[in-house]
């Protein structure tokens, strides 16, 4: 068990340009999260699968973002178009989400700024 | 809808002393409570976490943390903290779908 990887750990773009993030979670997990963090704030939550299916978009997810997960194991992240406002650190998680698990384990997250 | 409040942006403590942050949640329902901590540039490690039964729970690094329903709060305490203890602390509520709840976090500072 490596646990839960990302990658890349920096990334650094021009405004307008596309980016995409993958995370690859603990191989048993079944539930991915994705989350993004800001200066001086707690996480706040953008998505999450049940395995390859999307179950819940929260509304900071807008529609320049979107996150697969096409074979239920690692999953991406892509912003297109991406603007200032987006420079953030972007968290995985991990669960098991079964017996009402949920313990998340997260990834060392991935810094976006945006020049 | 769920919330979490950290009503301590930031703590400072001597090295041996004890050390209490706080954490305030509202959720309808049994919650699932849980204590992060983050170093700089790095992601979350799980401290602790609450589903149910003794509301005094154990976590690594000497930490432990008391869910007190009646004042829907689950407050981290450690007895002598240590200077690796300086970080960012996050309380989290965690729903029936599994998301989480994040409060603003406290950052710790400890001195010599």
């Known amino acids: 068990d490596t646990g839960v990887s990302q990658d890349p750990r920096h990334k650094i773009t021009k405004r307008g340009q596309n980016v995409t993030f993958r995370c690859d979670p603990i191989?048993?997990?079944?539930?991915l999260y994705w989350y993004r963090q800001t200066l001086g704030q707690g996480p706040e939550f953008l998505t999450y699968f049940q395995n390859e299916a999307q179950l819940e978009k929260s509304r900071l997810l807008s529609d320049r973002f979107s996150a697969e997960r096409p074979k239920g194991s690692f999953s991406t992240l892509e912003i297109q178009r991406t603007e200032q406002g987006d420079s953030a650190m972007y968290l995985c998680?991990?669960?098991?989400?079964?017996?009402?698990?949920?313990?998340?384990?997260f990834g060392p997250g991935t810094r976006l700024t945006v020049t | 809808a769920q919330s979490v409040t950290q009503p301590d942006i930031h703590i400072t403590v001597s090295e041996g002393a004890s050390l209490e942050l706080r954490c305030n949640y509202s959720?309808?329902?049994?919650?699932?409570l849980f204590w992060y901590v983050q170093s700089p540039g790095q992601g979350l490690q799980l401290l602790l976490k609450?589903?149910?039964?003794?509301?005094l729970v154990q976590g690594i690094k000497g930490f432990e943390a008391e869910f007190k329903r009646s004042q829907s709060s689950f407050n981290l305490r450690k007895p002598s903290v240590h200077w690796s203890d300086a970080a960012e602390y996050f309380c989290a509520v965690n729903t029936n779908a599994g998301k989480s709840t994040f409060g603003d976090g406290t950052t710790l500072t400890v001195k010599p």
């Open positions: 998680a991990s669960s098991q989400g079964r017996d009402r698990d949920y313990e998340q384990y």
């Open positions: 609450y589903f149910s039964g003794d509301t």
């Open positions: 191989s048993e997990h079944n539930r």
């Open positions: 959720y309808g329902a049994t919650p699932y």
